[in-house]
């Protein structure tokens, strides 16, 4: 009898184990989606970006695809804010800061270029 309790208890943590959901994981807790890009056109040739994150967690070491972004220039006072990695097609934003609370905003004069969330990492409590 107790062998069959045991077989019947680690089949039913087995089950239990691909049952849950493997989206309620950290890694999974603040997908892409949750890092709002808009891009506004301000003039002929400016562009006005902000970046926020709506995840409940803190998210740092934002990198975003930004093709062709080594053609835009940027003002002095939001090269923190926003740099290319050397010509890879991805730029870092605010130094690899956290972004938490209010968007990240900074402006640049160019083509439009089309960001994407590429990589992040993630810190919840």
Same mark, same amino acid.
């Given at each position: 009898?107790?062998?069959? !309790?045991?077989?019947t208890f680690l089949c039913f943590i087995v089950l !239990? @184990?691909? *049952? ?20 506004? &056109?301000? @003039? ?15 998210? &740092?070491?934002?990198? $975003? ?14 090269? @923190?804010? !926003? ?8 730029? $870092? $934003?605010?130094?690899?800061? *956290? $972004?938490?609370? %209010?968007?990240?905003?900074?402006? &640049?004069?160019? %083509? ?7 990589? &992040?990492? !993630?810190?919840?409590?």
């Amino acid at each position: 009898m107790g062998r069959g !309790i045991t077989c019947t208890f680690l089949c039913f943590i087995v089950l !239990i @184990s691909l *049952v849950i959901p493997k989206g309620l994981s950290d890694d999974h807790a603040c997908p892409p989606e949750k890092i709002e890009i808009v891009e506004t &056109y301000t @003039s002929r040739t400016d562009w006005k970006v902000s970046v926020k994150n709506t995840c409940t967690c803190t998210v &740092y070491n934002v990198q $975003l695809l930004c093709p062709k972004f080594e053609f835009a220039v940027v003002s002095k006072k939001d090269q @923190s804010l !926003i740099s290319a990695i050397d010509k890879s097609g991805k730029c $870092l $934003l605010n130094k690899g800061g *956290v $972004l938490v609370g %209010e968007a990240i905003s900074f402006a &640049y004069t160019g %083509e439009r270029v089309d960001f994407a969330v590429d990589t &992040y990492s !993630i810190a919840c409590s």
